[in-house]
């Protein structure tokens, strides 16, 4: 009876850590905000306010909508078709969601840059260059890269599993395909599409980096303009108003999409996706090497293109990196950003590992940790320039007056990365067979010794997997950073940024130099990840 007793106070502690941390990092500077917005005399401009609100939802719509049409063709493809090259190329359409936000929208300035390949084709066709930089078409045009494989994932792992055999039923009664499609295929979607299109719209709503670099100084969303009344203007209680209207926004979309990510539990009698998979007939094989040709394309080329400037006049610009051509000691070579980045990396690893593994114990031993779950979504469901903001406004006192230090920063970082690492443990600790858990019980083990001999050696992949998204999370966080680093203490995205923003072939092709660093550790990142996974949790 007191084993038990001690078992259950063992099971309640395990909440402590993690609790105290989301107190401390994320409910404190959100009471910050809330105070410092009281003063609403520092907003003078309604009807910027409104044009503002309207460009940042117009542009996730139509961002969303863009995004939806591009993938839906993605989604049937990998749901219902086998063709050669189909795992690479669902792995590849994976790859620009876990890329940094500056890294895509470097990519895309040298795509639509007037240095860009298609560019030099006009020149030498004697036609006249574009410059699409600064555009909403831009702005679009990366949204949709950095979404695209939502839609393909969440919908064609969902249409993967649907019977074929109601629309054949459709199709025996004389129905068309596109009709059969339209009344059986589609309404069974909706769920799915919901979600995948909910999930976008948030994703492209409190967009920054993108907007930031290739919007340039005509377009804002609340996000970029939350940075703007921050780092330019010094208006700290507009920024708190701005910050707290878009959380507002981005907690009550993240609601719905909960409540809908629910209705994906289908009452259907479903079939294994492999054997619903066929290979393409001679008509539909056309369409469909025609659209994954235009996929790898789309894909393809931002990066290619990045990854080619980078190596112009013989590699010098990796050589750069490690130079201080102006000798001056204000100077900050890019090598150092890539120390700090590294270290900051390794401490938020450390870190999200130390409270998320307690999390995962705790959620999986709890009856009712449902609450406490919840509790640990809610920064996802906070722009990480909010949380910046909310960083300023709290820790800007003595005796913790942590402004400019790189313990905000890890606070951040974690605070980031720890529903990553939860999300990654959780499902591996559900798996553990409790048999296994009681016959060590029962053999006198205590529950520490539980956890080393059974519950360690059966989830070290997802251990591991969680470490390297932390990292890699870490690695490529660019909002929060933004706003609560030193000038003499950048990490890569923000190296990378302040290049972009230099004249000169050289610092172009530094920052284009360690973009490409960053796409190489968080590709190797994101294959070691899906290597780890157990095979029938592998998406696509």
């Keep these: 009876m007191r084993g038990q007793a001690h078992r259950s106070l063992g099971r309640e502690l395990l909440f402590l850590p993690p609790l105290l941390f989301l107190l401390l990092a994320y409910f404190y500077p959100l009471l910050r905000m809330l105070q410092v917005s009281a003063q609403w005399g520092a907003l003078t401009w309604p009807a910027h306010l409104g044009r503002l609100i309207g460009f940042t939802a117009g542009q996730a719509l139509l961002s969303t909508?863009?995004?939806?049409?591009?993938?839906?063709p993605g989604a049937a493809a990998f749901a219902r078709y086998e063709f050669p090259g189909r795992r690479w190329l669902g792995l590849l359409t994976g790859v620009p969601f876990v890329l940094p936000t500056v890294v895509v929208a470097a990519a895309f300035n040298a795509v639509l840059g007037?240095?860009?390949?298609?560019?030099?084709?006009?020149?030498?066709?004697?036609?006249?260059?574009?410059?699409?930089?600064?555009?909403?078409?831009a702005i679009l045009m990366a949204h949709v890269f950095y979404n695209l494989t939502l839609v393909i994932r969440i919908v064609g792992t969902f249409w993967a599993g649907l019977d074929e055999r109601l629309v054949e039923?459709?199709?025996?009664?004389?129905?068309?395909?596109?009709?059969?499609?339209?009344?059986?295929?589609?309404?069974?979607?909706?769920?799915?599409?919901g979600a995948a299109a909910l999930l976008t719209f948030i994703f492209c709503f409190t967009s920054f980096g993108v907007v930031l670099i290739l919007g340039g100084p005509r377009f804002a969303t609340l996000e970029v303009e939350i940075y703007r009344q921050t780092v330019q203007y010094l208006n700290l209680a507009a920024a708190a108003v701005l910050a707290l209207i878009q959380l507002g926004f981005t907690l009550a979309l993240t609601?719905?999409?909960?409540r809908l990510q629910g209705r994906l539990t289908?009452?259907?009698?479903?079939?294994?996706?492999?054997?619903?998979?066929r290979h393409p007939r001679r008509g539909e094989a056309l369409a469909l090497y025609a659209y994954l040709t235009l996929l790898l394309a789309g894909i393809g080329l931002p990066l290619l293109t990045l990854v080619l400037r980078s190596l112009a006049e013989g590699g010098q610009y990796y050589l750069a990196l490690f130079e201080n051509p102006r000798r001056s000691l204000f100077y900050v070579p890019p090598v150092t950003a890539v120390r700090n980045s590294l270290s900051l990396g390794l401490a938020t690893t450390a870190l999200a590992l130390l409270l998320g593994l307690p999390a995962a114990l705790a959620l999986r031993q709890h009856q009712r940790g449902w609450l406490f779950d919840a509790l640990l979504m809610l920064p996802l469901g906070t722009s990480a320039v909010t949380l910046g903001l909310g960083y300023l406004l709290s820790w800007n006192r003595p005796p913790l007056d942590l402004r400019g230090s790189p313990v905000?920063?890890?606070?951040?970082?974690?605070?980031?990365?720890?529903?990553?690492?939860?999300?990654?443990?959780?499902?591996?600790?559900?798996?553990?067979?409790?048999?296994l858990h009681e016959a060590a019980a029962t053999l006198g083990a205590p529950p520490g010794r539980v956890f080393w001999d059974v519950d360690l050696p059966l989830s070290w992949r997802a251990l591991l997997v969680g470490a390297l998204f932390a990292f890699t999370i870490s690695l490529g966080e660019f909002s929060a950073t933004a706003l609560l680093t030193r000038p003499d203490w950048p990490t890569i995205p923000i190296a990378i940024y302040r290049f972009l923003g230099l004249p000169g072939a050289a610092n172009y092709g530094q920052a284009m130099a360690m973009a490409t660093l960053l796409i190489a550790v968080c590709v190797l990142v994101?294959?070691?990840?899906?290597?780890?996974?157990?095979?029938?949790?592998?998406?696509?």
């Design 65 to 72: 909508l863009l995004t939806l049409l591009l993938g839906l």
């Design 114 to 137: 007037p240095r860009s390949p298609l560019n030099a084709l006009l020149l030498t066709l004697g036609l006249p260059t574009l410059d699409l930089r600064y555009s909403l078409a």
């Design 169 to 193: 039923a459709a199709r025996t009664l004389g129905a068309s395909p596109l009709r059969a499609w339209v009344t059986v295929t589609l309404p069974l979607l909706l769920p799915a599409l």
């Design 255 to 258: 609601l719905i999409y909960t």
């Design 266 to 277: 289908r009452p259907l009698d479903l079939r294994q996706a492999e054997g619903l998979r």
């Design 408 to 435: 905000l920063l890890g606070m951040a970082h974690t605070l980031v990365a720890l529903p990553f690492v939860v999300r990654a443990l959780l499902p591996a600790l559900n798996a553990i067979r409790p048999a």
């Design 526 to 540: 994101f294959i070691v990840s899906e290597g780890l996974r157990p095979p029938e949790s592998t998406p696509l």
